[in-house]
């Protein structure tokens, strides 16, 4: 059946994946499980490794080491055009000689698809990407957006085990770029096939994916669904790359952790010893009356440099007492509105127990 | 507010003429100024193109007496030899044209394929020769191909033939001569489309389905093709007009229309006639480069992609 759901997707695993680029190490031992039917972000900055390994999977660069495997079966060693995987790249690589039909009929062409059966599946690929009747158009004719839909619809027509995506979006203006992640990832949803997808925007990631790979220096740093990395990056990398993150140093000392001369509370387990960054966001931050920590707030001192009125959100730059730089958002309700900090007044910031967050001080 | 708007800009009605004098004046003096610029290359241009073609058909339009007359277009219809010359022409280019294809087509390939370095010094080779005089080139071809050349003694040495083939003073020769000469205006164009020719494109190919066999025809090749037209129009267009390498490695038996051209003017100082040769090359020429431009825009309309 065309376009089918779920039954056609397969797991992928891949194992110890090494690369090295002229004694260069881009990926060090990779290793990665993605489910049937997931989609997940590769996401990392540029260097990071993430398109190396997209195109290890589709087959156009050669690891040094490892182990793919799709549903069971090793394709590490199987050449591009025998993996049966889709692929929708950056600049969209769609073919200039060919009209939009032809575009999407190509990869049933290679299967010997009859030309009956091929205009069907082509016209219902159309349709799956909101392009009927544009079968006929010039690929130099589409904007930027159809010839993204054509590049979809030419990567799922043949139903491939999996889809690959890199940086598909980033040609893209960013209110086409903020509808095609929804209707993506509804594609998605419908089709259910196995997707992996890169990116370096870290908003599209979370927007888009079931689970994401932030990748660094060759290597994964953390792998998780969108809310545990906002909530608990386990890194300072995971925490600077995704969203804003305030960095305050803190000290463990006898299984509690101290802030200066405050014990923190914490409902998350205190590590025994040592220097650690507590990772607080900037709107996990308000502005309390109270100098002392009471109930599950703790409390910093500070003092206002600027603040800044965004229309729906103030920000608000404070300075803590060592001198170190810290940015604090809320939203603009009136009650807030009435008492918005002047720079130079002092403040207490508070922070709720649930929201301390420590990672490793590299 | 509203309202104010309405009456400064609503129905047309506002036509201003603040500073509109100075303005157009302004406008005129640019158009002036600019065309001033452009004057020394239009001079050029009109000395070097204009009038020399002018007086060429102008000359092409008298006969030996100085009589106005059509005489030397008639000869084209009226005498074989000319008939002959134009199409021994045609066959030359279009042979010459094929071989460079057929050398020039795989060699551009390689040189698109290589890394940066590699293929920068391979395309020294290939543009090697344009440094060397075409006589130098066409004398050295006449020692290797003639009776007792090179290829012959070898040949005869190694018993792969008893008699010397004949590859010089004729058409092979010519073909061989030229080809050798024409290569790199072939390849070049050729190369630099085959480097635009987006790598992506190619691995989409293999990852929808197709071989690399099957990527390189359905999709390299078609995409050299505008590369290889322009190469081929160059190449054929210089063919038609050539006369070192006929002349010489035709030994006086493949007469080409530039030869014939040289006949006319320097042993029958018939000025007229040579003339009229020259405005009928230039003619095909030109023919010929509509035809390529009309194809080349009869495929961006898509008339060659529906396969």
């Known amino acids: ?243 804003d993150s305030n960095f305050i140093p803190v000290e463990c000392r006898n299984g509690s952790v101290w802030y200066e001369d405050r014990k923190l509370r914490m409902t998350s387990v205190a590590p025994a010893v040592g220097c650690h960054l507590m990772v607080v966001r900037p709107e996990k931050l308000r502005l309390v009356a109270d100098a002392e920590s009471a109930g599950t707030i703790n409390v910093i001192p500070a003092t206002v440099g600027d603040v800044i009125y965004q229309g729906d959100s103030f920000v608000c730059y404070a300075t803590l007492r060592d001198g170190r730089q810290v940015t604090l958002r809320d939203y603009c309700r009136s009650d807030v509105l009435a008492r918005l900090p002047r720079p130079g007044e002092p403040v207490n910031l508070g922070i709720d127990a649930d929201d301390v967050v420590l990672v490793a001080a590299d | 507010m509203s309202t104010q708007s309405a009456s400064l800009y609503g129905a047309g009605s506002f036509t201003g003429t603040l500073n509109a004098d100075t303005l157009s004046a302004d406008a005129r003096r640019e158009s002036l100024g600019l065309l001033a610029l452009l004057s020394p290359g239009l001079l050029l241009v009109f000395t070097v193109i204009i009038v020399p073609i002018g007086w060429l058909f102008w000359l092409s339009l008298f006969d030996e007496s100085g009589a106005l007359s059509a005489a030397n277009y008639a000869r084209f219809f009226q005498q074989a030899s000319y008939i002959r010359t134009f199409i021994t022409t045609f066959k030359v280019a279009f042979f010459v044209t094929g071989a460079c294809v057929l050398l020039g087509y795989p060699q551009a390939y390689m040189l698109s394929q290589l890394p940066r370095r590699a293929a920068s010094i391979c395309l020294i080779f290939v543009i090697l020769p344009f440094w060397t005089s075409v006589l130098v080139r066409t004398y050295a071809w006449l020692v290797i191909l003639q009776r007792k050349g090179l290829v012959n003694s070898w040949l005869i040495d190694l018993g792969v033939i008893s008699q010397p083939l004949p590859l010089a003073n004729n058409l092979a020769g010519v073909v061989i001569g030229m080809t050798h000469i024409m290569l790199p205006f072939l390849v070049l164009p050729l190369y630099a489309s085959m480097k635009t020719i987006d790598t992506d494109c190619l691995r989409a190919g293999m990852n929808l389905g197709a071989s690399p066999a099957a990527t390189f025809r359905q999709i390299f090749f078609p995409l050299s093709l505008p590369g290889l037209a322009s190469g081929v129009v160059i190449v054929f267009v210089l063919c038609l007009g050539f006369f070192v390498t006929p002349a010489l490695m035709g030994g006086g038996k493949v007469i080409m229309w530039a030869m014939r051209m040289e006949q006319t003017t320097s042993l029958y100082s018939n000025w007229g006639a040579g003339a009229a040769l020259g405005v009928v090359l230039l003619g095909v020429t030109l023919a010929l480069l509509g035809l390529f431009q009309w194809l080349l825009g009869a495929r961006a309309t898509g008339v060659w992609s529906s396969r």
């Open chain 1, 1 to 243: 059946m065309l376009l089918s759901i779920a039954p056609t997707a397969l797991p992928i695993g891949i194992s110890g994946i090494e690369k090295r680029f002229g004694g260069v190490s881009v990926l060090r031992d990779l290793s990665l499980d993605v489910a049937a039917g997931e989609f997940l972000t590769l996401l990392g900055p540029s260097g990071s490794g993430k398109t190396t390994l997209l195109m290890i999977l589709a087959g156009f660069v050669r690891a040094n080491a490892g182990s793919i495997k799709v549903g069971g079966e090793e394709i590490i060693a199987t050449p591009p055009h025998r993996r049966n995987i889709g692929m929708v790249f950056q600049n969209y690589a769609l073919f200039p000689h060919m009209n939009v039909f032809h575009n999407i009929a190509f990869p049933l062409k290679q299967r010997r698809v009859s030309a009956a059966e091929t205009a069907e599946r082509v016209e219902r690929a159309l349709d799956l990407v909101q392009l009927k009747g544009l079968g006929e158009r010039r690929v130099d004719q589409l904007s930027g957006g159809q010839r993204q839909r054509v590049a979809l619809a030419r990567a799922i027509v043949f139903e491939p085990r999996i889809v690959l995506m890199d940086e598909p979006l980033s040609a893209l203006d960013k209110s086409l770029r903020e509808h095609m992640q929804i209707e993506l990832r509804n594609l998605h949803r419908r089709l259910g096939m196995t997707t992996v997808y890169v990116t370096h925007d870290q908003r599209e990631a979370i927007t888009m994916s079931d689970r994401i790979a932030v990748m660094n220096a060759g290597r994964i740093e953390q792998i998780d669904r969108p809310e545990v990395l906002y909530a608990s990056p386990k890194t300072r990398f995971v925490a600077g790359f995704i969203g």
